[in-house]
């Protein structure tokens, strides 16, 4: 059964500092990877996927992420955090063999502080 | 990517009553999704609504409580009927990419809050 792990329910960081949001993940096929973003009272937005191809994918608001097949993650990270960062961040996978649909990790709240 | 606008954005409603909402897509799209989330908290999907075919409901989720109309590619409408406090929450529409090839990725409406009394 498909599976997305977010162990840490939130996590603070200072303005200027890289920032490190974490996923792992189980599927029985190949992953597709997904991170979402969500400001307060607002719909989710789409970042970054990894599909196929380079690990190391980049994504909107400079925020890239990084496939590990070994260690089954797929941890967002960004070099250098911003204030307008802060929001809840959800990690989401999809199992393309099995099914259309998406499961999504229970989110991570990113703070940064100033 | 898709621009998806969702009516009402929030609203109180009394037990017993329903309410319906409505999804708005850009482009034509094959699949839309309907999902819950408590304000915080992850995202459960209800249905998922196909055109011209019957919605699919996810485990735990009925028809005749959450009746889904998907009339045409642009377009849907969920509605949660018979409402109690427990249906307090934000419903969200989503659809997969755009037109064009495929992209896998979601893109989701603001959102309506719902509120029980």
Request: charged letters at 15%; proline letters at 5%.
């Amino acid at each position: 059964a498909q599976s997305v792990a977010q162990p840490e329910d939130q996590v603070n960081v200072a303005e200027g500092n890289p920032l490190t949001v974490k996923c792992t993940y189980s599927v029985s096929g190949n992953p597709y990877l997904f991170w979402y973003v969500q400001y307060p009272n607002r719909g989710l937005q789409f970042l970054l996927k990894y599909i196929t191809g380079d690990n190391l994918v980049k994504g909107s608001y400079g925020f890239e992420a990084e496939f590990n097949k070994s260690q089954t993650s797929f941890h967002l990270k960004k070099p250098s955090a911003l204030v307008s960062d802060s929001a809840l961040y959800f990690c989401a996978v999809r199992d393309l063999s099995l099914t259309y649909k998406y499961i999504f990790g229970t989110g991570t709240r990113l703070k940064v502080l100033a | 990517s898709a621009v998806i606008s969702q009516k009402p954005s929030r609203d109180i409603c009394q037990r017993g009553t329903s309410l319906t909402i409505q999804c708005q897509v850009d482009s034509q799209v094959t699949m839309m999704f309907w999902y819950r989330q408590q304000p915080g908290q992850s995202l459960t999907l209800i249905a998922t609504a196909n055109q011209g075919s019957e919605a699919t409901y996810e485990s735990g989720f009925v028809i005749d409580k959450f009746p889904i109309s998907r009339p045409n590619l642009t377009f849907s409408t969920l509605t949660v009927s018979n409402m109690s406090p427990e249906d307090s929450s934000i419903y969200l529409c989503s659809v997969e990419g755009g037109s064009g090839s495929p992209h896998y990725e979601q893109y989701f409406g603001p959102g309506t809050r719902l509120t029980v009394t």
